[in-house]
DNA sequence: AATGAATGAGGATTCATTCAT
DNA sequence: CATGAATGAATCCTCATTCAT
């Protein structure tokens, strides 16, 4: 029942932390493990001790967000309990994108993306870490139609799911445009469908 | 008057058709220049006859689609003139998915994803791309707006540029679970949002 | 007994030129056959039509330096009856290398730098190639031994041969420093000795 | 107070060293890195780990010919304080050539007459080391005429660069002639020229 | 005489991973 | 916990050369 020592822990916190900037920056694939450990100032082979592989770290990062997410002390306001709680949470994503110049889209879905076709761990994986948000989106709607705020016809699951996809499609159109405009716009879009279902 | 010899162009062609299915595949990173050789049946250096570089390629790849998007002639139909037609558009991806069991988004898009942040070029060429479907959908909605058939409210522009993100966020969170649904579910939100701003 | 058309000539002849121009800049294996056909706007396989591999090429370009200097044609005076022909001999080798900005030093010691060790063919030409002005500078000597100009102790071909070595390592050490001064100082130092002998 | 481990340092100094050898015996280009790394008898990428690519090697090389010529610990005499120091300078050079059968040059001017016309850095560098057998043949004859045993009309610098030059181009023969005469008459006439400078 | 497609070995370099200490 | 040396397969790319037309 041994714990991991303090320091082991930092290290390895670095690790992780600077592989999902450099993931989320440049691709999975085109970062190297050695790039993030010169990135993290960590000794060569560090990386063998803390994580069985590669595809290790990409799950470790994976996991990252879903502690994140799940705890919400990320800066995506999560926990979603109004309609403005709902704007926050596309808002937040938008500032998001403004903090790296609209040169990154999710960092979970470009993950996704990049490696779901060949690796089914990941992209269960990253298909859990989305589902934490579509599920929050998702009660945030039961709560409305369980409070008759929200029309019979809206299926809350079906509307959280329509939530993150035009989510994600705004954040591509903005990294390929490298402009806020498109996720903007999108966004804008989206939740005003979204409220159209408000009574 | 002599054009390039035929043989060598079915080469050409045969790679770039075999790099276009391995990306969209597999992504770009993850396909090497062998395997494209191998998969098309050419032999070792044809390659380097034909392209300067593996990004060589993959800017021919994206300008095939470019080409396929302008003459029409690909699986999409993107010339759209009635609401039908736009609704063939979305499905027309839908059925593009199915085809992959569902493991793969847009092809396009996911070049994007993975380069743009490193590839200036390439960024630029995938929005060029994506921005004829833009261009398409806008003509539409300006037609129905001479037509006096959309709501004065409506911007054409700007409900193309919803169009196309929450196209590609339907197609990202299919492949993410390797399931038609979500795609189809976010399609059918998007069509009901855009309609109603007919008259 | 069959003639080279003229045409054939003349693409043959542009295709050592380019090579030569080639070589002296760059160097023999720093050049490759590609270059050389794109340079001298030659269709890609013509090469193989006038020569059978590069080795081939290099000991065409050597005979060309070789009938050059035969023919008394090139840049260089090389035929010496005095001792301003002497100087004049040096000095044509100082223009030379302005021409190239001090960037190149003798072109035949180049090739047989590189490439005398691994081809003795190839070391053999070169050394032919500059026996010739070892010879013609012999003959000046001799010429003036014969008229009793000449110190007795004095050994024409020694001193030749002499003559040829600082040279060389003349226009070494200004492509080295990238300034004629080093040469200018080396081929005075080396006029002033000759000359000592001169009676 | 660490210092890199005994083991890398031989490693990386065994591949310096075959390199070295293998750059003066066939030259930079004509020798690849798996030539070096099989001679040297190291792992296939082991090369990488020591060095950031084939030009650092080189650069490399030149440093340890610097560092040898610094120290004086080469095989070469370059410590001058008389004149037959100056003769053993020469003649440690004419029996370095006959070593290796007087197929070799010299193994900085080759480097340099190799790579000085695309690489600068190179190019000074081959200047730089080259430089220090001119800067000790300097002081030599700067000493001699602090003496009073310098001609008035001899400049120090000026010499020592003939000197060098004169000797670069003597082992360029021999080795085109693969026979140490060019070399031994070139060094005899440098001599006695150097030498009528005495008073 | 000319063209350009095709070949396949070899070049430099990077990578994920393991080993010895 | 930590270090960095070692491994060898793989990657992108270049080369000299040959073939088919």
Redesign the interface.
């Known amino acids: 029942m041994q714990e991991l020592s303090e320091k082991g822990n930092i290290t390895r916190a670095r690790i992780v932390e600077t592989a999902r900037e450099l993931f989320h920056?440049?691709?999975v694939?085109?970062t190297s493990v050695d790039q993030i450990l010169e990135a993290s100032g960590t000794g060569k082979s560090q990386f063998y001790h803390y994580f069985r592989s590669k595809e290790d770290i990409v799950r470790e990062v994976l996991r990252f967000y879903k502690e994140v997410m799940l705890s919400g002390q990320g800066p995506i306001r999560i926990e979603i309990d109004s309609w403005e709680g709902l704007e926050n949470f596309f808002n937040d994503h938008l500032k998001g994108i403004r903090m790296f110049n609209y040169?990154?889209?999710c960092p979970i879905?470009?993950i996704?993306?990049?490696l779901?076709?060949?690796n089914e761990d990941v992209?269960q994986d990253?298909?859990a870490v989305?589902d934490i948000s579509i599920q929050k989106i998702t009660e945030f709607f039961e709560g409305l139609k369980k409070a008759g705020k929200l029309k019979k016809s809206a299926d809350p699951k079906?509307?959280a799911?329509?939530s993150?996809?035009?989510?994600?499609?705004?954040l591509?159109?903005s990294?390929?445009?490298?402009d806020p405009k498109?996720?903007e716009?999108?966004v804008k879009?989206?939740l005003?469908?979204l409220k159209?279902f408000s009574k």
């Open positions: 920056k440049n691709g694939r085109a040169e990154r889209a879905g470009s996704g993306n990049e779901a076709a060949e992209r990253v298909n989305l079906s509307l799911n329509f993150l996809a035009s989510l994600q499609g705004a591509l159109l990294k390929f445009n490298k498109p996720a716009n999108t879009h989206a005003t469908y159209s």
